[in-house]
């Protein structure tokens, strides 16, 4: 399983950035994809995970409502929408596959299996 991430940058808040995650070494539907990120000091974090066989999508508090992802199932590719960025918004942001969340618990409870390399991305105030 590889993941390729592309897309990261530098923008300014209220901005807007698009992340690619593009896959290999798997049949496409296999398993959901999705977005974690990990900012300076801070622990990985679960961002948004997108089921590429039924559409079902999954996104961390914080930002449901500004960040949206899709596919291109014919790319192998999905995407990772990213609007009114602030500053909080700064980490590095990893492709992840086989991801999902549990909310059963007090908190949701984010897991991938797979992981791609990391895009940064910086958002100024």
């Known amino acids: 399983v590889q993941l390729q991430a592309s897309g990261g940058g530098s923008m300014q808040a209220g901005g807007s950035l698009r992340l690619s995650c593009t896959g290999s070494?798997?049949?496409?539907?296999?398993?959901?994809i999705g977005w974690f990120r990990q900012a300076p000091g801070k622990e990985r974090e679960g961002v948004a995970c997108?089921?590429?066989?039924?559409?079902?999508?999954y996104y961390m508090e914080s930002v449901k409502g500004r960040f949206t992802m899709s596919s291109d199932n014919a790319k192998n590719t999905v995407y990772l929408q990213m609007n009114s960025l602030k500053p909080e918004d700064t980490a590095v942001y990893f492709c992840?596959?086989?991801?999902?969340?549990?909310?059963?618990?007090?908190?949701?409870?984010?897991?991938?299996?797979?992981w791609g390399q990391g895009t940064l991305v910086t958002v100024s105030s």
């Open positions: 997108l089921s590429t066989r039924d559409g079902d999508s």
């Open positions: 070494g798997f049949r496409y539907h296999d398993f959901a």
């Open positions: 992840a596959g086989d991801c999902g969340v549990d909310y059963r618990g007090h908190l949701p409870k984010w897991w991938a299996h797979y």
